[in-house]
Structure formats: C-alpha cells, structure tokens
C-alpha cells in the first residue's frame, strides 16, 4: 500500500499523539482530530511539523457533523477511534449531563465516526477500525461504571460490526490497554456531586484514592504500546504477525493477568450452570 491514509480522533495528549507522530514517522499520511486547536496550538504545530493535518472535531457533534467530517477526508485505509476520556463516581452520583456525555463521547461519537468511514472501505473493499476499548470493558472496578459501560458497548459495538464487514474485505480490532503513563489519570474528572460517605469510606473511595495516587506511577511505557498498535496495524514487528488473526490486543501486563482471570471466572460459572441453562427448553 502506498502512503496509507490514517484517521486518528483525539490526538492531543497520549496515544492519539503517540500514534499519530509513529505513523508519520513512518512516512504515512496522518489526518488526527482534537476539540480545539486554539487550546493546544502546541500540539497542531508539533503534528503539522511532522507533516500531519488536523481537524477539530467533537465526539459530542451530531452523527450528520462526525459523519461528514470523517468523510470530507476521502480515502482512509486505518480509522483509530481513541477519543475518549473516563468520570469517576459512584453510579448513584451521575447526573443526567455527565451520563449523556460520557456515552456520547465513548459510544456514539465512534459510531459516526465509523459511519463516515465505511462507505468508502466497502466500496473500496478495503480498510481497518480500530476501536481503543479499555481494561474496564472486561474487568470493571467500582468507581468507574458510566467508562465501563460504555467501552463494554464499544466493543460490542466492533464484534457485531466485525461480522457485518468481513465479506467486504474491512476488519476491525479492538484494544484493551491496562494503566500506561499517560496524562489519563493527571486531571481525573470527578463526577460533580459529592460521593455520599458510605461509598467514601467503601471500597468506590478506596478505589478513587488509588487511581488519584497512581498518576506517573503506572506500569505501561506508552511508547511502546503504540509500537504494539503500530505493528499490528501494519502488520509488521512483534505485533504484526497478530494481523487479521485477532479480534482483540491487549497491551500491559495488568490487563494481560485481569482480562485472563475474568475470562476463567467467566468459563468457571458457565461451567457449574450448565445444567440449569440447559433445561429451560420446550
């Protein structure tokens, strides 16, 4: 493929940044998004000088905005839905607006971003999206729930879009990173009403402390989760045999142990109840 043609949203700090500099590197061509380029004029000039373009672009925006947006770009070989961003709180703490929010930016904003993009893959016969879920979708921890449903739904999302879209040659991917020493944790957002004392003093607060005390201290080396998601997409280095044999990459050791001993708890309660599911037939 010459000059593949990637999509990145949310490009502004961590792995959108990362990603979108790796690939530009590589001598690609990089289309990335964030909400304000006047409020990180910093980040579109180190972009621009790599030789990437920017568009501002709201997950929030209307599915018409989002669609056109994605496809005023024309060709694009990788779309990497990574805008997102996490509340912390106790679900009886979630206003209206925070829950609206948090599923618009996580679940719909990647669907019309998706939308955009398809038409063109399929017409072309051609094309990868790779949606970045998260360690929440498949191990929740209390004080996280609005940020777990919703990339829980994003990857639903992906394995039923997965289906649809093999026949015409497009695959998807979805990528489940553990705590990586991003800016993610740097300024966690707080849901805006105060956690009620029984949730402070029980294991949400506890689990609030430790995500506010974890900041600079997390295991992941961000660089080389995006040479991971670099290579797979690519289909070169470690990762790169991992192409098209996939539905799911996981990055760091965290999500690695978690995500594998959910799934065994997961084989270990279809197994003592099989007999029960099995005689609810006619």
Same mark, same amino acid.
Do not use: C
């Given at each position: 493929m010459s000059q593949p043609v990637w999509f990145i949203t949310g490009v502004s700090t961590g792995f959108g940044l990362l990603l979108t500099l790796r690939a530009l590197k590589a001598g690609h061509k990089v289309i990335g &998004?964030?909400?304000?380029?006047?409020?990180?004029? @910093?980040?579109?000039?180190q972009i +621009?000088?790599?030789?990437?373009?920017?568009? $501002?672009?709201?997950? &929030? +925006?209307?599915?018409?905005?989002?669609?056109q947006k994605v496809k005023s770009v024309g060709r694009i070989d990788y779309l990497i839905n990574n805008a997102g961003y996490a509340i912390f709180g106790c679900l009886e703490q979630m206003s209206e607006k925070e829950t609206n929010t948090q599923i618009s930016t996580n679940v719909f904003g990647p669907i019309y971003a998706m939308q955009g993009a398809l038409e063109?893959?399929?017409?072309?016969?051609?094309?990868?999206i790779v949606n970045i879920s998260s360690i929440a979708a498949k191990d929740p921890l209390p004080a996280n729930p609005l940020y777990a449903a919703s990339k829980a739904a994003l990857e639903g999302i992906s394995e039923s879009l997965a289906k649809e879209v093999e026949e015409f040659g497009i695959s998807v991917l979805i990528v489940n990173p553990g705590a990586f020493? &991003?800016?993610?944790?740097?300024?966690?957002?707080?849901? $805006?009403?105060?956690?009620?004392?029984?949730?402070?003093n029980g294991v949400a607060?506890?689990?609030?402390?430790?995500?506010? +005390?974890? @900041?600079?201290?997390?295991?992941?080396?961000p660089e080389k989760g995006v040479?991971?998601?670099? +290579?797979?997409? &690519?289909?070169?280095g470690l990762a790169g045999e991992l192409k098209g044999k996939v539905l799911r990459l996981v990055i760091g050791e965290d999500a690695f142990t978690r995500m594998k001993k959910n799934t065994e708890k997961l084989v270990h309660d279809y197994t003592i109840q099989e007999k029960v599911a099995l005689s609810t037939g006619y």
């Open positions: &998004t964030l909400r304000n380029k006047a409020n990180r004029a @910093d980040v579109v000039r +621009e000088a790599a030789g990437g373009e920017v568009m $501002e672009m709201d997950m &929030t +925006e209307s599915q018409e905005s989002i669609q063109g893959m399929r017409a072309r016969r051609s094309g990868l020493r &991003t800016a993610f944790l740097g300024q966690p957002q707080m849901a $805006e009403k105060p956690i009620p004392d029984d949730y402070k607060g506890a689990v609030i402390k430790k995500f506010s +005390e974890a @900041d600079g201290k997390q295991i992941g080396d040479e991971r998601i670099f +290579e797979i997409v &690519t289909g070169e």
